[in-house]
């Protein structure tokens, strides 16, 4: 499986717009971005995945370069609420045998 | 309402003791993953089943045993002979493996 790198940590300003990068240089032809998010001592909580077009949703927006070594997460208007781990996770979907496999992600602090 | 349901929330064991964390799901999800979480890690994968009666190790099932007799139940046995096992538990459910995965709210157990 492709492995993803990704800051450890950012900062944001309230109201602001987050913009969380992540590679996955060797990412192959079928394999799919994921992004999760884990606010503290809750569970992980889906927010968007992609192949190889941007993708949005009233979550956030997936920025996937033309090549595929690289995406961008983009929180259009962070609140102190979107203040959580992020993960970048690239997988193949439905193939028998795997899981999703989660790094340590990037610490997103949101402040006012 | 549809979700992912971990019980108990919290789970205090003494030291030698087998303890099962419960999780039950009532989304149809043929997927089903249990994850450790450590203080300031990322998840690691300890056992997933993608169809009853049939479950994988994942990277660390050493000292834990998992049953999948209904498509809505996958618990968890941690052993006595798990070395380390005051962790965060997470349980995850998908339609199809690695598609968008489902969290409970995760049990934090704590051996003594």
């Known amino acids: 499986d492709a492995k993803t790198t990704q800051p450890p940590s950012m900062d944001c300003a309230e109201g602001r717009a987050a913009n969380l990068p992540c590679n996955h240089s060797?990412?192959?032809?079928?394999?799919?971005v994921y992004w999760y998010r884990q606010i503290h001592s809750q569970g992980p909580q889906y927010i968007i995945h992609g192949l190889k077009n941007n993708e949005t949703n009233e979550m956030a927006s997936l920025i996937i370069t033309e090549d595929r070594k690289s995406s961008t997460l983009i929180l259009p208007h962070a609140t102190l609420r979107d203040t959580a781990v992020y993960y970048c996770?690239?997988?193949?979907?439905?193939?028998?045998?795997?899981?999703?496999?989660f790094g340590k992600g990037t610490t997103l602090s949101v402040s006012s | 309402d549809g979700g992912i349901t971990q019980s108990p929330k919290y789970l205090f064991r003494k030291e030698g003791q087998n303890v099962t964390l419960s999780c039950e799901q009532n989304l149809n999800h043929d997927a089903m993953y249990w994850y450790r979480q450590d203080p300031g890690q990322g998840l690691r994968l300890i056992y997933y089943s993608q169809i009853v009666n049939d479950f994988q190790k994942g990277d660390i099932a050493e000292g834990y045993s998992v049953s999948r007799e209904k498509k809505e139940s996958f618990p968890l046995t941690v052993t006595s002979a798990q070395k380390n096992p005051t962790a965060f538990y997470l349980c995850?459910?998908?339609?199809?493996?690695?598609?968008?995965?489902?969290f409970g709210q995760g049990t934090r157990l704590t051996v003594v």
């Open positions: 996770i690239v997988r193949i979907i439905n193939q028998a045998g795997t899981a999703l496999i």
């Open positions: 995850a459910s998908s339609l199809f493996p690695n598609t968008e995965a489902f």
């Open positions: 060797t990412i192959s032809g079928n394999e799919y």
